[in-house]
């Protein structure tokens, strides 16, 4: 590859996705928790005991993708399913205490993942970034005509 390639807006682009991933993963490996569970935590914390379906439909996948997820979570204590009590062919997701207590872990380990991203920026700086990840965000939308 020539460094001329190296240097593009796309290549600097698919290296800081590449980065973030793996940061994000270290911080919450330190927590005990596998790629995939923190969305599904923070669907959980902001309405517990929602249906697989709603996860699954909220976090933009496919049911059956977060099945495995889900028993891994369910194994380590952090949720439980539970059957809902008007419409017992409806299984509901819930919290455990262990998940909920998760919370302040995850998001200081966000706060610290943030500070590791933005460090030296100004605000003004990391207004104007925001603003240009949502245009690249909305230009991809529209080039994927309208889906994500």
């Not at 998001?107 to 240009?132: H, I, N, P, Y």
Request: glycine fraction near 6%.
């Amino acid at each position: 590859m020539e460094n001329k390639d190296v240097d593009s807006l796309g290549f600097l682009l698919a290296e800081i996705i590449r980065l973030h991933h793996a940061r994000t993963f270290n911080l919450f490996a330190q927590l005990g928790l596998y790629r995939g569970q923190p969305p599904i935590l923070f669907v959980l914390w902001k309405e517990d005991g929602k249906t697989q379906k709603e996860i699954a439909d909220e976090l933009r996948l496919k049911p059956s993708t977060i099945t495995v997820t889900l028993k891994r979570m369910e194994k380590a204590g952090l949720l439980e399913r539970r059957s809902d009590p008007q419409d017992l062919r409806i299984t509901r997701v819930y919290l455990t205490e262990k998940g909920y207590n998760l919370q302040k872990e995850v998001e200081k380990a966000l706060k610290t993942f943030e500070d590791d991203c933005f460090k030296g920026f100004t605000l003004e700086e990391k207004v104007l970034l925001r603003r240009f990840f949502i245009q690249i965000r909305d230009n991809l939308i529209r080039a994927n005509g309208g889906e994500c």
